[in-house]
């Protein structure tokens, strides 16, 4: 069987507060939506603006960073997988789907008092939410004699 790829990379803003729920089990579960646009020229050469929603889940601790730092407004980079959920509506007995991105990696590019812009930010895929301080890049940063090639 060939090789698939499910991978989702998006960089927008929430649309609304997220909505957080618990599971028996007492895991977070992350509700929200991300809004992405594109600008475009129409046919009579103006510009023009689309925006695409996107529906994602989060879990465990992903899910509790956005509890605790994303809000309305946020921008965030998003790495993910699209994932199709069915279930049978009880109002209507008919069968549900849901496409929605589960969410593996989360960027906050806004800062913790800010909706947009750039800032300070967090990554969900380390739990270490604090930036590195000024001392730990200068000496991940600093040249030797050994790095000149000459």
């Given at each position: 069987?060939?090789?698939?790829?499910?991978?989702v990379?998006?960089?927008?803003?929430?649309?609304?507060?997220?909505e957080i729920?618990?599971?028996?089990?007492?895991?977070?579960?992350?509700?929200?939506?991300l809004?992405?646009?594109?600008?475009f020229?129409?046919?009579?050469?103006?510009?023009?603006e689309?925006?695409?929603?996107?529906s994602?889940?989060?879990y465990?601790?992903?899910?509790?960073?956005?509890?605790d730092?994303?809000k309305?407004g946020?921008?965030?980079?998003?790495?993910?997988?699209?994932?199709?959920?069915?279930?049978?509506?009880?109002?209507?007995?008919?069968?549900r789907?849901?496409?929605?991105?589960?969410?593996?990696?989360?960027?906050l590019?806004?800062?913790?008092d800010?909706?947009?812009?750039?800032?300070?930010?967090?990554?969900?895929?380390?739990?270490?939410?604090?930036?590195a301080s000024?001392?730990?890049?200068?000496?991940?940063?600093?040249?030797?004699?050994?790095?000149?090639?000459?």
């Open positions: 069987m060939a090789r698939s790829v499910n991978k990379i998006l960089v927008g803003n929430v649309g609304k507060e997220p729920k618990f599971a028996s089990n007492g895991n977070a579960i992350a509700n929200f939506s809004a992405t646009s594109e600008r020229k129409d046919k009579s050469g103006e510009w023009q689309r925006t695409e929603w996107h994602l889940v989060a465990q601790r992903t899910a509790e960073i956005i509890r730092y994303v309305k946020s921008k965030l980079y998003v790495e993910g997988r699209i994932q199709t959920r069915s279930w049978d509506d009880q109002a209507s007995g008919q069968k789907y849901k496409t929605e991105i589960v969410v593996n990696d989360l960027v590019l806004s800062g913790r800010e909706t947009s812009g750039g800032g300070s930010y967090a990554r969900s895929n380390n739990y270490d939410q604090r930036p000024s001392d730990d890049l200068v000496q991940s940063t600093e040249i030797t004699d050994d790095d000149i090639p000459f």
